[in-house]
């Protein structure tokens, strides 16, 4: 089932900012996706560590927006969440941007993993 940690999502409100202090924390900034000539999510990483870094909603505070984690297979893993009645919010699907198998679930406090 789970194996690890991928990733985190975190919400923040300027980017320059943002990068500026996690490379002071020693962090890499590996890519940055735009959209429409705007940025959209800069991906970095410290170690074993990763950030993906996406812009907050106008009039939002910054928060984590989820935390991904490693399973080693996908679909038996969302069938065994299914079978523990877990809310599956996105059923497995492959990335247009990295060509990732994924899904998403909801703890029982409404967290998106």
Avoid: C, W
Avoid at 80 to 86: A, C, F, G, N, T
Wanted: glycine share 6%; proline share 3%; no cysteine.
């Amino acid at each position: 089932m789970i194996v690890g940690i991928d990733h985190a999502e975190i919400s923040v409100n300027d980017f320059e900012t943002t990068v500026s202090f996690y490379k002071k924390l020693g962090f890499t900034q590996n890519s940055v996706f735009e959209q429409d000539g705007q940025i959209v999510q800069i991906q970095m990483s410290s170690g074993s560590v990763n950030l993906d870094l996406v812009k907050a909603p106008e009039g939002e505070k910054p928060k984590l927006e989820h935390l991904a984690f490693l399973v080693d297979d996908v679909d038996h893993t969302v069938t065994e969440l299914k079978q523990l009645d877990v809310t599956i919010v996105l059923e497995p699907v492959t990335s247009e941007r990295s060509g990732r198998k994924l899904a998403a679930f909801k703890d029982i406090d409404g967290i998106l993993h």
